[in-house]
């Protein structure tokens, strides 16, 4: 799902200069990761997922990709690395860490404002994932 956000990333930029950053991000993510699939396990993770966030009075529609992410994450036991943390408080079970966004300093997370998922660019982040 990740994937398939940032892939929509650099046809949707309307400056050339945005559109070659995104689509540089989208290759590096597509290079360093192996995506995971939105298996049988991750399907029924959702229903869970999204009962959280019902219980929680947030809207599912509004967040179904981010919700699609989180079920991958719970289904395979792993844990999530984000740039945005707030789109995914109260799933429960859901093993939230937050990075901070490759456009800015190393550091704590800034509290980004972007509703797009972005990939942690950083050795550690990845090989914690592998």
Same mark, same amino acid.
């Given at each position: 799902?990740?994937? !398939?956000?940032? $892939?929509?990333?650099?046809?949707?930029?309307?400056?050339?200069?945005?559109? !070659? +950053?995104?689509?540089?991000?989208?290759?590096q993510?597509?290079?360093d990761?192996?995506?995971?699939?939105?298996?049988?396990?991750? *399907?029924?993770t959702?229903?869970?997922? *999204?009962?959280?966030?019902?219980?929680?009075?947030?809207? +599912?529609?509004?967040?179904?990709?981010?919700?699609?992410? !989180? !079920?991958? *994450?719970?289904? @395979?036991?792993?844990?999530?690395?984000?740039? @945005?943390?707030? @789109?995914?408080?109260?799933i429960?079970?859901?093993?939230?860490?937050?990075?901070?966004?490759?456009?800015?300093?190393?550091?704590?997370?800034?509290? $980004? $404002?972007?509703?797009?998922?972005?990939? *942690? +660019?950083?050795?550690a982040?990845?090989? +914690?994932?592998?």
């Amino acid at each position: 799902m990740t994937l !398939a956000e940032l $892939s929509g990333g650099p046809l949707v930029a309307t400056e050339p200069a945005e559109r !070659a +950053t995104r689509q540089v991000r989208l290759q590096q993510a597509e290079a360093d990761f192996d995506p995971l699939p939105l298996d049988v396990a991750a *399907a029924r993770t959702f229903g869970r997922v *999204a009962v959280s966030l019902h219980r929680a009075g947030r809207k +599912t529609g509004v967040r179904s990709y981010d919700a699609m992410i !989180a !079920a991958v *994450a719970l289904a @395979n036991d792993l844990p999530l690395f984000m740039c @945005n943390p707030a @789109n995914f408080e109260h799933i429960d079970g859901l093993d939230l860490r937050s990075v901070p966004h490759p456009d800015q300093p190393s550091g704590p997370s800034s509290g $980004s $404002s972007s509703s797009e998922p972005q990939v *942690a +660019t950083d050795p550690a982040f990845r090989d +914690t994932l592998r």
